[in-house]
């Protein structure tokens, strides 16, 4: 089976870059979310990046408009009827992803394999939302998509082997490469991080250290190339915060319990990059970090 129409569910920061990828690998994208407004949100994020690529010769060069011209923006599922493989890319709410799953068992021909790019929501879980569990597969994407070249992919109990190696096919054919485990809530990736970044806001609400201290002793000491809280701003401290509480919710452990500094920061909208604040201040021209001398508004605590 040839992967030529993509259905890309969800329009935010990860569909919009999973749809820009596929685009600009050459496939046919119909990329779903709830209103114009967001589709329009989205198209603009992926002409801003495209142009971004251009100035620093990433990209292969196309013109924006020629890669945006294969993708079909939609509020409405019709246009899936043709559609090889979906990823859907929905808010990190349970409630939501199982209304999205019931919509595109309907829409989507009996062939189309459906990927969850989910942080923590079983897969297992997701494929019982469907009739077709063995065609569901979790494609846990890197932000941002289109400069990540490995994805973590998730085997659901039901997920077949053929659903597996269609996986692949499709990831190489967006030039990259799959790295598969058995399915647990948050995987391999996000059962660490999610804890390290919790880890990480708890020390800063404790004025244990700052925000940009924290996060210099892991770029400085251990050699990461982002520390905890810059990779939480760039995922979405919402993201985070729903993902902690799917964790919480699917082991019943405290662990996973959620710093009460990240929630104040999700309810005061600060949700990093996307809303302009997190525990940087992406409004200036270099980010700052917030509640610094050199930073804008309220002290983190
Ligand atoms: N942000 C990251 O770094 C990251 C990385 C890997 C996976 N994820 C996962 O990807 C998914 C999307 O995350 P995001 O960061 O793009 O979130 P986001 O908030 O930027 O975007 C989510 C989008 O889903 C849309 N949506 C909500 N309900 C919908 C519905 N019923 N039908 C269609 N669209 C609907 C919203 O309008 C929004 O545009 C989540 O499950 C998240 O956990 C996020």
Known sequence: MSI???????????????????????????????SDEILARARASIE??????????KGDGERPADVLARIEFTTDYTPLADADFVVENVTERWELKRGVYAELDEACPERCVFAANTSAISITRIGSATRRPDRVVGMHFMNPVPLKPTVEVIRGFHTSEETIQTSHRFLKGMGKEGIVVNDSPGFVSNRVLMLTVNEAVFLVQEQVASAEDVDRIFKTCF????????????????????SLDVLYESFNDSKYRPCTLLKKMVDAGLHGRKSGRGFYNYETHAPQPVGSRNGHGGELR
């Not at 129409?5 to 690998?25: D, R």
């Open 4 to 34: 030529e129409t993509v259905g890309v569910i969800g329009a935010g920061v990860m569909g919009a870059g999973v749809a820009q990828n596929l685009a600009q690998t050459g496939h046919r994208v119909v990329l779903l979310d709830l």
């Open 48 to 57: 801003r990046d495209m142009r971004f690529q251009s100035l620093f010769k």
């Open 223 to 242: 050699g990461h190339k982002m520390g905890p809280l810059e990779t939480a701003d760039l995922i979405g401290l919402d993201t985070i915060l729903l």
